[in-house]
């Protein structure tokens, strides 16, 4: 079967106040990077690597966020004053920036205890997933689905 090797660059920053955010980049189930992210968005955080694909298969890149307590997000006043945000710069693949194709990316939440369990007692219905999802509050999953080759998968979803 044929294959592909294409090289990732992804850019990450944080927003916090106390303890920097824990981030685990992978494919599939494939360990990238795994570390703290620190940086701010004018210096984001580099994460560099390559991943040989198989042609023809579905793929995923997914941004693990986690580490979060419920102590990080400080609200007085009912709004937040301090919290810990994971945000994504952009996204290479191959040399391409994928632009507004982050967008097609989803992030799947982790709600916190006792706090989702509140904001469904108010009626508050809290979205199993987001689309057009670049910053990260909770800790959960932001993954993106592409196929390989990459070019054609690129050209069938520009438009």
């Known amino acids: 079967m044929a294959t592909e090797k294409l090289k990732f660059k992804l850019e990450l920053f944080a927003e916090y106040w106390d303890k920097a955010p824990d981030v685990e980049v992978l494919i599939d189930d494939s360990s990238k990077y ?6 701010t968005q004018d210096k984001p955080t580099l994460i560099e690597f390559e991943h040989e ?6 793929y995923q890149l997914h ?3 986690t ?9 007085e006043n009912g709004q937040i004053v301090k919290d810990q945000i994971v ?15 982050l967008f097609e990316g989803y992030y ?12 469904k007692q108010k009626g ?8 057009n ?18 070019y054609m998968w690129l050209l069938e979803n520009l438009y």
Do not use: C
Request: aromatic share 8%; charged share 25%.
């Open 34 to 39: 795994s570390g703290k992210i620190s940086s």
């Open 53 to 58: 694909m198989q042609n023809d298969l579905q």
């Open 63 to 65: 941004i693990k966020r």
């Open 67 to 75: 580490g979060k307590t419920k102590d990080q997000t400080v609200v």
């Open 87 to 101: 945000g994504i710069k952009s996204i290479e693949i191959d040399e391409i920036d994928l632009g507004t194709m």
């Open 108 to 119: 799947k939440p982790e709600y916190p205890e006792p706090w989702a369990t509140q904001q």
């Open 124 to 131: 508050v219905d809290l979205p199993l997933k987001f689309k």
């Open 133 to 150: 999802a670049t910053k990260l509050g909770h800790n959960g999953l932001w993954t993106l689905q592409f196929k390989s080759p990459f």
